[in-house]
């Protein structure tokens, strides 16, 4: 019993995110992404998914990124893309 709880924690933290090295970095003669840009990456973030598994210089996430602000845009993003969390607390006509 013991081995499968230990097992278990080490899957459970060997999925825990690291931090972001690259945060805040800009590339050679390249921006740092903001709000408007994550937005635009949580909009299009499941085309993006799927072509990322068929190329290696597609990614779902900008690493390149300014922070709180980028990250706020792409989830804000993909939960309009998604329908949002407020669609499902509507009732239903009867």
Not at 37 to 46: Q, R, V
Not at 83 to 91: D, F, H, M, P, V
Request: hydrophobic share 50%.
């Amino acid at each position: 019993m013991a081995i499968v709880v230990i097992l278990l924690l080490l899957g459970l933290t060997s999925c825990a995110p690291g931090p972001n090295l690259q945060e805040g970095v800009a590339a050679q003669g390249i921006d740092l992404a903001g709000f408007w840009l994550g937005l635009w990456h949580g909009i299009i973030a499941p085309i993006t998914f799927v072509i990322s598994l068929f190329s290696d210089t597609v990614n779902v996430y900008e690493i390149h990124n300014n922070g709180n602000w980028y990250n706020f845009g792409f989830v804000l993003g993909a939960g309009v893309l998604l329908g949002g969390g407020g669609a499902g607390s509507r009732g239903r006509k009867n």
